[in-house]
């Protein structure tokens, strides 16, 4: 409400009032001082006056008492009296009064006038004779007439009293004027326009002319800035407004159309608002407004749905949770739906529901899937660890057999998969043909299957039923293959595992099955194992073994051995075989037939196959030096091939001890150019390309295909030793030998006999042409520093024993 104004609220008012007062006040005091002070001036020039007076007269008044003229004396005081001021005249000589004179006036009252009257005393003078002036002859006394002076003083300090009145209200009026003009009516001026200022179409106040940098400028400004701040505030919470008006519209449309169950419910599941979305996805039966909960539907576990309400409202914060809950439709239908909550700090929680059956389906069947094997519909190795997850050793007796089939990986590489599969489905059936209700089959591999046969503990029973079983499978299949009718036959190795006896757990029986499986296996396939404690600690030896193997090969325990070839023809030594040697702290030697193939499981071969050659040059790098022309043969591998020891690696280690390529010699067995064949070729290629020679090891032993002898660019072939050793008493021995002789002179190929033990192994091999020897009959393989001595012995011999004959 505006409040209303009178003329004296204003400043002007207020101001001039504050003024007036002040000047009254002044003004009042000043009169009072001034009037005081021009009656005492005008009291004093009164006094001043009559002495002035009695100057002029005073000789006369002394003639006039000499000669006692009382004539002169009369006008002399008739004289003074005539002064206005003068009210009593009298000249006296002696005691005799001469003339007197008196004015006739009212008389004085009492008051200032008669006060003054009173205390002033009269102004005399003495007379003294014209002849002789220290002889007085009478006196002259003055009374002033104080009522006229008061009088005239009175009407002079009137006189001022006005014109300081005057002049004070000219002041006043110069004041107000200055206040009207400068102050007043700028304000005024700003004030009005400020009522019709529309500051939010930019409008603004004017600084008053001449006001730039007076105060009221200093206003205008602050208020100009300071509306402008108003302004710009209200246009934000305007356009806050606005955009919370939208979004209130929005999510109220969002709220409305929601795919997903939207809701606020308190922690009893009553519900407060919820969107149309939820009563269709939880089937929410119609009832009055506000009575409805969230539980009025058949939810299977409607406790637990609770639960989470209260569980988010008691977390508080943002505790949102959320769980998947099924839903029963009175029709037998059934929903997933995911609900996830949060509180809202009132005491309730704000929902979502969410249709997700179709992912939990999706879900369900993938755990069964995860479980299953595709192709037999057996469990898998998952399944299976399922199944035999939380066994108690109190639990039924069971046997656990594996079952690999022997030579399955021949018939897919030979048939393809379709066929490998279908034969894996006849094996399957097999087996579920042999398997009792309480039984389980699972698939845990390629061709791998696990049993678990029910109830059984007696070694002797078991035996027999796995027999059977080994017999069944092993009976031809008859199936499609190429489009004509076929028997395969695969045969199966088995091992047994009892339960509790082997293994109280899943993990220790599948170890313990896989053993005896192994162990079969290793037996040649087509049979049965159990699993024995033998066996776990051959595992274990061949695990520490390992162990041993690793830090033999960190700490440079593997030591190389250099056994001499000889030239047969020549009766010459012409190079020397590298081979490894580990002596085993605890174990002593450790042959390398059984630290190569463990090195090669384990990955290390690659480690020691670089020291190895990198040794070897080193070795022969010295002896050459020494005037040695020889050259060191080193066993490469098949796991080193290509990655482990790429040729640039070899030609790098060669430069680096300034060898020439024909220095070094590699052997390799059948198994390099078997296993992948491009690959074998190209690596060989590059080290023959690079002026390597290359030896074909243990030759007789595998396949001995005269094929890898053409495609490959070989040097020398090396005749196993198991050939030479009866050869003197095995002629087909002899016959194989004489025909790989011939055959690599026929291919340019040069031959090594290794394994050569006495002279008359000898003899037969000078008499078949063969090319080189090696073996104990010439030396064992001796250590580096034994080598120089042992060449010098077997040049002697060979010279004793003269050239081949
Ligand atoms: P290998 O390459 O065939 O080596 C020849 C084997 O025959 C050596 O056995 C050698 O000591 C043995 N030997 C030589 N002369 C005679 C003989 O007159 N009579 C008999 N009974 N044996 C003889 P070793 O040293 O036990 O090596 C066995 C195998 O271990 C080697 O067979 C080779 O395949 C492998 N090997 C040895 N050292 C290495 C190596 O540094 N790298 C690789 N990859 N394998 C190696
Ligand atoms: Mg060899
Ligand atoms: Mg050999």
């Given at each position: 409400m505006e409040k209303r104004t009178r003329w004296w609220h204003g400043i002007l008012a207020r101001s001039l009032m504050a003024v007036v007062g002040i000047a009254l006040l002044m003004g009042g005091m000043s009169s009072l001082l001034v009037s005081r002070m021009v009656g005492e001036q005008v009291h004093d020039q009164a006094v001043i006056k009559l002495g002035e007076l009695l100057d002029t007269v005073e000789n006369t008044a002394s003639i006039a008492c000499f000669v006692a003229d009382e004539q002169l004396a009369r006008e002399l005081v008739q004289g003074l009296l005539r002064n206005s001021e003068v009210l009593r005249v009298s000249l006296r000589t002696g005691e005799h009064e001469l003339a007197h004179a008196e004015r006739k006036v009212g008389k004085v009252g009492?008051?200032?006038?008669?006060?003054?009257?009173?205390?002033?005393?009269?102004?005399?003078?003495?007379?003294?004779?014209?002849?002789?002036?220290?002889?007085?002859?009478?006196?002259?006394?003055?009374?002033?007439?104080?009522?006229?002076?008061?009088?005239?003083?009175?009407?002079?300090?009137?006189?001022?009293?006005?014109?300081?009145?005057?002049?004070?209200?000219?002041v006043i009026a110069a004041a107000a004027a200055m206040m009207l003009f400068l102050v007043i009516?700028?304000?005024?001026?700003?004030?009005?326009?400020?009522?019709?200022?529309?500051?939010?179409?930019?409008?603004?106040?004017?600084?008053?002319?001449?006001?730039?940098?007076?105060?009221?400028?200093?206003?205008?400004?602050?208020?100009?800035?300071?509306?402008?701040?108003?302004?710009?505030?209200?246009?934000?919470?305007?356009?806050?407004?606005?955009?919370?008006?939208?979004?209130?519209?929005?999510?109220?449309?969002?709220?409305?159309?929601?795919?997903?169950?939207?809701?606020?419910?308190?922690?009893?599941?009553?519900?407060?608002s919820f969107n149309r979305a939820l009563v269709e996805l939880i089937w929410l039966p119609h009832r009055e407004e506000g009575t409805r909960r969230l539980t009025d539907t058949g939810w299977q576990a409607p406790e637990q749905l609770l639960a989470l309400l209260r569980a988010s409202l008691d977390a508080g914060g943002d505790g949102q949770l959320e769980d998947d809950f099924l839903l029963l439709g009175r029709r037998g239908d059934e929903r997933w739906l995911h609900v996830a909550v949060v509180p809202l700090g009132d005491g309730s929680v704000q929902g979502t529901v969410t249709d997700v059956t179709q992912r939990k389906r999706e879900e369900l069947s993938a755990r069964r899937l995860a479980v299953t094997d595709s192709l037999t519909g057996f469990a898998n190795r998952v399944g299976l660890h399922r199944s035999l997850a939380d066994l108690d050793p109190a639990d039924a007796p069971f046997a656990l057999v594996m079952l690999d089939l022997d030579g399955f990986k021949q018939i897919n590489d030979a048939f393809g998969f379709p066929v490998g599969d279908r034969l894996l489905l006849a094996v399957a059936a097999r087996l579920r043909g042999m398997l009792g209700d309480m039984d389980q089959p699972a698939r845990i591999g390629g061709d791998e299957f696990a049993l678990v046969l029910a109830g059984e503990h007696d070694r002797e029973m078991t035996g027999a039923r796995v027999e059977r079983i080994a017999e069944q499978l092993a009976l031809p299949y008859e199936m499609q293959v190429a489009d004509a009718q076929s028997s395969l036959v695969v045969s199966a190795s088995l091992g047994v595992a009892l339960f509790p006896r082997d293994g109280v757990d899943v993990q220790q029986l599948l170890r313990a099955a896989e053993l005896a499986l192994n162990s079969a296996r290793q037996a040649g396939g087509r049979s049965y194992r159990f699993f024995d404690p033998a066996l776990q600690a051959a595992v274990e030896h061949r695990r520490r073994l390992e162990d041993d193997l690793r830090a033999a090969v960190a700490s440079r325990e593997l030591k190389l051995a250099f056994q001499p070839i000889v030239d047969l023809r020549e009766r010459r030594l012409a190079g020397a075989e590298v081979l490894l040697r580990w002596l085993h702290p605890q174990r002593g030697h450790v042959s390398p037939e059984v630290f190569i193939p463990l090195a090669e499981e384990i990955g290390l071969i690659g480690a020691i196959g670089l020291a190895v050659l990198d040794e070897a040059c080193r070795q022969v790098a010295l002896w050459r030096g020494a005037g040695l022309d020889i050259y060191v043969s080193v066993n490469v591998s098949v796991r080193q091939i290509p990655d482990d020891l790429p040729p640039v690696v070899v030609m790098d280690i060669l430069r680096r001890y300034k060898l020439p390529p024909e220095a070094i010699a590699i052997e390799i067995t059948e198994g390099v150019l078997m296993s992948n064949v491009g690959v074998a070729q190209a690596w060989i290629e590059s080290l023959r390309a690079a002026g390597l020679r290359i030896y074909l090891d243990d030759f007789g032993t595998g396949y001995s295909s005269l094929s890898y002898l053409k495609r490959f660019p070989l040097d020398t072939v090396k005749i196993d030793k198991s050939f030479i050793r009866d050869l003197h008493v095995n002629s087909s021995d002899r016959t194989l030998v004489e025909a790989i002789i011939t055959m690599a002179a026929s291919l340019g190929l040069n031959v090594v006999a290794e394994g050569v033990e006495d002279a008359q192994q000898l003899a037969l091999l000078d008499e078949m042409g063969c090319g080189f020897g090696q073996g104990y009959h010439f030396s064992r393989p001796v250590a580096a520093t034994d080598f120089l001595e042992t060449v010098q012995r077997i040049d002697t011999e060979l010279l004793q024993a003269g050239k081949r004959p």
């Open positions: 009492p008051g200032r006038t008669a006060l003054r009257t009173l205390l002033t005393p009269s102004v005399h003078r003495v007379l003294h004779s014209p002849f002789n002036a220290d002889e007085v002859i009478g006196e002259i006394r003055i009374d002033a007439d104080w009522a006229v002076i008061d009088a005239r003083m009175d009407s002079y300090s009137r006189f001022i009293g006005l014109l300081f009145a005057g002049l004070l209200a000219l009516r700028p304000v005024k001026a700003a004030s009005d326009r400020l009522h019709r200022l529309d500051p939010a179409s930019g409008e603004r106040l004017v600084v008053p002319e001449g006001h730039e940098r007076t105060e009221i400028g200093r206003l205008v400004e602050d208020i100009n800035a300071l509306s402008g701040r108003l302004v710009e505030t209200l246009d934000q919470e305007r356009a806050l407004r606005r955009q919370k008006e939208i979004d209130q519209r929005k999510y109220q449309d969002l709220f409305d159309n929601a795919g997903s169950g939207i809701f606020v419910a308190d922690r009893d599941g009553l519900l407060e």
